[in-house]
């Protein structure tokens, strides 16, 4: 049994984070996400990550990777195979898959590429420079004399 939890305090307690707020009410809300393909998510730097996901028999005509409102939607769509195989043990999932992940602010998609059946995604945060930490200098007279109404 999954309990609701009641958000609204987040929404009159945080101005600008209503977001956020929106984020944790739809990931309680949010079905259980299947577990295949197996993926590892990995700080490569402060501000780079990679996404690696095991697509092991996936060609990457089969693959499509898609970034649309911070979230990044990984797809593999597999095309049917010949019907006359017959397998003794059939271990490899050749099943069709979509894998979606949740991108913060600033995160961009740099690129992505596949290496011994593991596709690799990978990320970086760009900080614009407007949020970046900045030095102010502190001047003997204020700038704004003369300008405050009185």
Do not use: W
Not at 28 to 40: D, F, G, I, L, T
Not at 90 to 107: C, M, S, T
């Amino acid at each position: 049994m999954r309990t609701s939890k009641d958000l609204s305090p987040l929404y009159r307690s945080f101005i600008g984070f209503d977001h956020l707020a929106g984020l944790i009410d739809q990931a309680s809300r949010a079905e259980k996400q299947p577990s295949y393909p197996p993926y590892n998510i990995e700080s490569l730097s402060e501000n780079s990550y990679r996404i690696s996901m095991a697509v092991a028999g996936f060609a990457e005509s089969e693959l499509d990777i898609e970034s649309k409102q911070n979230t990044l939607i990984v797809t593999g769509t597999k095309i049917k195979s010949d019907a006359s195989r017959n397998f003794l043990y059939q271990g490899i999932a050749e099943r069709n898959f979509e894998r979606k992940f949740q991108l913060g602010d600033h995160v961009k998609i740099i690129g992505a590429f596949m290496e011994n059946g593991l596709l690799h995604i990978d990320l970086e945060r760009e900080i614009p420079e407007a949020l970046k930490p900045r030095k102010i200098a502190i001047n003997g007279k204020s700038l704004l004399e003369g300008k405050i109404p009185e």
